[in-house]
């Protein structure tokens, strides 16, 4: 549920409160959050932004094992049904949860309130992820700036590949991308340095990195692989 109401003042407390991301159990996860609208914002960003403030409240079951539950109803069909067949649910700019993101751009840059392994709970399988140099060298999610500095990648993987070791039965998709990224030419990882980041962490699990042509393949055979973390660019 949600709600919307009028331009009142909303003291920075509540507002705070509101940020303590979603709350996860092994039954359900309840998420929740608040768009506080300003005009001096919204003159700046967007005529077409909410002109009031809104309140979203979220109570799903923990999502953690939903792709283990469709596939054990389907199991006589995963040699013929390939991944690129599934539709996944997917986190935007999946890494921009951190706390270290500037308040002052965090309305613009903080596209998440969750950390990876929460997101992976509530049902997220597909992640949107923008990997970049900071100005320390250290490889994070950049949202348009190397100022607006998401998760370490490395913290990302590791995330992702012990929730996969734990649920046998599910698969992840990383999508790398540049978007927004500024300075590309110094910015950007060389070709092989994220491959071999991600095959340091996902060995570690004994976790088969897949590429662009495992969506090609069947779930059996993904399976068979543990060939169960794809990233494609």
């Known amino acids: 549920g949600g709600g919307y109401f009028s331009r009142a003042n909303i003291e920075m407390t509540d507002r705070l409160n509101m940020l303590v991301g979603s709350q996860i159990t092994e039954e359900?996860?309840?998420?929740?959050?608040?768009?506080?609208?300003?005009?001096?914002?919204?003159?700046?960003?967007?005529?077409?932004?909410?002109?009031?403030?809104?309140?979203?409240?979220?109570?799903?079951?923990?999502?953690?094992?939903?792709?283990?539950?469709?596939?054990?109803?389907?199991?006589?069909?995963?040699?013929?049904?390939?991944?690129?067949?599934?539709?996944?649910?997917?986190?935007?700019d999946a890494g921009m949860y951190t706390d270290s993101i500037l308040v002052q751009i965090s309305l613009f840059a903080k596209t998440q309130l969750d950390d990876t392994m929460k997101q992976l709970q509530m049902g997220a399988r597909?992640?949107?992820?923008?990997?970049?140099?900071?100005?320390?060298?250290?490889?994070?999610?950049?949202?348009?700036?190397?100022?607006?500095?998401?998760?370490?990648?490395?913290?990302?993987?590791?995330?992702?590949?012990q929730f996969l070791a734990k649920n046998e039965q599910e698969i992840v998709v990383i999508h790398l991308c540049d978007d927004g990224i500024p300075n590309k030419d110094v910015s950007i990882p060389k070709p092989g340095i994220l491959e071999k980041m991600a095959n340091e962490v996902a060995i570690n699990h004994g976790i088969k990195i897949g590429n662009k042509s495992s969506l090609g393949k069947s779930i059996q055979a993904l399976f068979a692989a543990n060939e169960r973390l794809v990233i494609v660019s």
Request: charged residues 15%; hydrophobic residues 35%; proline residues 5%.
């Open 126 to 161: 597909i992640f949107d992820i923008r990997p970049g140099y900071t100005p320390l060298n250290d490889i994070r999610h950049l949202h348009g700036s190397d100022v607006a500095q998401g998760e370490y990648y490395k913290v990302m993987l590791e995330q992702i590949t």
């Open 28 to 92: 359900y996860c309840f998420s929740f959050g608040l768009f506080y609208s300003t005009s001096s914002l919204l003159d700046l960003v967007s005529k077409n932004l909410p002109n009031g403030h809104q309140i979203r409240a979220v109570l799903t079951p923990n999502y953690s094992n939903w792709m283990s539950v469709l596939f054990s109803k389907y199991e006589s069909y995963l040699d013929n049904i390939k991944l690129q067949n599934l539709i996944l649910p997917g986190a935007h």
